[in-house]
């Protein structure tokens, strides 16, 4: 079969583990490679054993290269939109890193030409979606395990590495606002978590400035989500500090509860009581001691590593594949997963507004509000 041509763009961190993933594979070929820093570049290039003659010093070398199927975004975020809008524009398939975009009229365009070209695979990558406890809290909500969920609280909560040439994190420009820099992770947990219960109906916010550091966004956010099951859904958002890595989960529903705290040893990471299942009785999935036959496998990944790793980066890259290759649409394409940014732009409008905003988004209301 036809090898996929990939044009990469961005090797920092979080890119060249990307890239790695890769060219590990025997399916696609990595014909074009865009990086601003050319010595990053040429080296990461090296460390995969990639030429350094693919290294290309312009954007648009990627865009007019005929031979490339998908473009895969891992440049800093304020680059996402334009880039995407670019290559979509030009028939190819767009991976994104998160967030799809930084300034709310990008991101009204990726999703118009997404909507007005059906065959082109976009995706966003919001990562924690393949983490395996994920999947398994998402299948335990959808077969009623917790019953009718009343109340749902999942936070995001660690200082974003700003050290070395990482700086541009702290400039809002660039970054965007910090809900797209990390906190719509758990915003993606919370809707999918949530998908088979009600829809998002309204986000009201409250936001915080810098304390610690100096970001020029405002780096802390209090998000509240209310759903048309009568569920309310609560995010604690901040990428100024922390004591490590924060993904707190607590879901609460009218026949059980699940409870994943990051901070405490393994077997006592996971707990939840169902009295579908475990007879009301609080169990703990990853401790075998405890749980007995409902012990969750020893493989089964938890989502409180700010290592991007350990994040399930080859999942997230093959997903991605096989959605071009089988024509198939990803839950996380930017019409798929346009409520999770939604949510993010909407609650940036209910901080400042200091009242709710409805859901599905109004553009022509955020448009005004974030153009003025
Ligand atoms: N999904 C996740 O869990 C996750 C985790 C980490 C980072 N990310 C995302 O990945 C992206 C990169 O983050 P990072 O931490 O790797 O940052 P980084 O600074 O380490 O890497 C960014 C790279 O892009 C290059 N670059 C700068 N401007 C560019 C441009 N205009 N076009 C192409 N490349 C350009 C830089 O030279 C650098 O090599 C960000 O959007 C971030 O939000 C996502």
Redesign the pocket.
């Known amino acids: 079969m036809k090898k996929l041509k990939i044009g990469f763009?961005?090797?920092?961190?979080?890119?060249s583990v990307q890239l790695k993933r890769l060219t590990e594979r025997n399916d696609v070929e990595v014909v074009s490679l865009?990086?601003?820093?050319k010595e990053?570049g040429t080296e990461v290039l090296k460390s995969v054993n990639l030429l350094p003659s693919i290294l290309v010093t312009d954007?648009n070398d990627i865009i007019t290269n005929p031979d490339i199927d998908a473009v895969w975004l891992?440049?800093?975020?304020s680059?996402?939109a334009r880039?995407a809008i670019a290559a979509m524009k030009v028939g190819k398939h767009v991976f994104s890193?998160?967030?799809a975009a930084t300034v709310f009229d990008d991101f009204c365009k990726e999703i118009e030409l997404e909507k007005a070209n059906p065959n082109l695979i976009t995706f966003v990558?919001?990562?924690l979606y393949f983490d395996s406890m994920e999947q398994r809290l998402r299948d335990m909500v959808s077969k009623g395990e917790f019953g009718q969920i009343t109340q749902i609280q999942i936070n995001y909560r660690h200082p974003v590495?700003i050290t070395g040439?990482?700086v541009?994190k702290l400039n809002k420009n660039i970054m965007g606002d910090a809900i797209g820099?990390g906190i719509n992770?758990a915003i993606s947990v919370m809707i999918f978590a949530m998908a088979s219960q009600g829809k998002p109906v309204s986000v009201y916010a409250t936001s915080l400035k810098s304390q610690i550091r100096d970001f020029q966004a405002e780096p802390i956010y209090n998000i509240l989500i209310k759903f048309d099951n009568g569920a309310t859904g609560f995010c604690f958002g901040n990428i100024d500090n922390g004591n490590g890595y924060d993904a707190y989960h607590n879901i609460f529903g009218t026949e059980g509860g699940f409870v994943f705290e990051s901070q405490i040893d393994r077997p006592y990471k996971v707990r939840y009581w169902s009295n579908k299942t475990t007879d009301g009785k609080w169990i703990r999935p990853l401790d075998e001691i405890n749980a007995g036959d409902l012990v969750w496998p020893d493989d089964t990944t938890t989502p409180d590593s700010g290592n991007?790793v350990e994040?399930q980066t080859g999942s997230a890259v093959g997903h991605f594949i096989d959605c071009i290759k089988n024509k198939t649409k990803s839950p996380l394409s930017f019409v798929n997963s346009q409520i999770i940014a939604e949510i993010g732009w909407a609650a940036q409008m209910s901080a400042k507004l200091k009242q709710p905003v409805l859901l599905p988004l109004d553009w022509n209301e955020a448009k005004k509000f974030f153009n003025d």
Request: aromatic share 18%.
């Open positions: 763009v961005g090797v920092g961190w979080m890119g865009f990086e601003i820093n990053r954007y891992v440049s800093p975020n680059f996402h880039q890193e998160k967030p990558d919001y990562i590495n040439d990482k541009w820099m992770h991007v994040h």
